[in-house]
């Protein structure tokens, strides 16, 4: 089993900075996936970005490029998402989620394991 717990959250204005931090803990092997998801009011779960547990392998959303960079700490078991230049719509709850590939999913159903998720609003 594995649990995510997710923290950093919170309100900002547009053009600013968050960083969400998600802590990992159980077992976690080197082929999983970690990623962040976000769902706004009314819409679906989206995937926002992914990184491999044991290194590289990196993917974002088109819309956040740029803007968000993914990364971990594996001395920590804490993977984060550094969020730049915010706009009103990245304003969701934002999700951790892992699973068990040897590829990316992008799909919120291939991923088995979730954190509870941390509010992300920002202004305009």
């Known amino acids: 089993q594995v649990q995510l717990v997710e923290s950093g959250g919170g309100l900002v204005q547009a053009g600013g900075s968050l960083r969400l931090s998600c802590a990992a803990s159980g077992r976690i092997g080197s082929n ?3 990623a962040w998801f976000r769902q ?3 819409k679906e779960r989206d995937f926002v970005a992914s990184i491999r547990w ?5 993917s974002y959303v ?5 803007r968000f960079t993914i990364s971990r700490d594996n001395a920590k ?3 984060y998402l550094q969020m730049n230049s ?15 590939r ?3 999913p992008r799909d919120s159903s291939q991923y088995n394991y979730w954190g509870q998720g941390t509010q992300v609003t920002v202004s305009s």
């Open 86 to 100: 915010l706009k009103p719509e990245d304003t969701a709850v934002y999700y951790c989620a892992a699973t068990a």
């Open 77 to 79: 078991n804490t993977v």
């Open 54 to 58: 044991s290194g590289g392998t990196i």
């Open 40 to 42: 706004a009011p009314g």
């Open 62 to 66: 088109d819309s956040v490029k740029g």
């Open 102 to 104: 040897y590829f990316t």
């Open 32 to 34: 999983y996936i970690m």
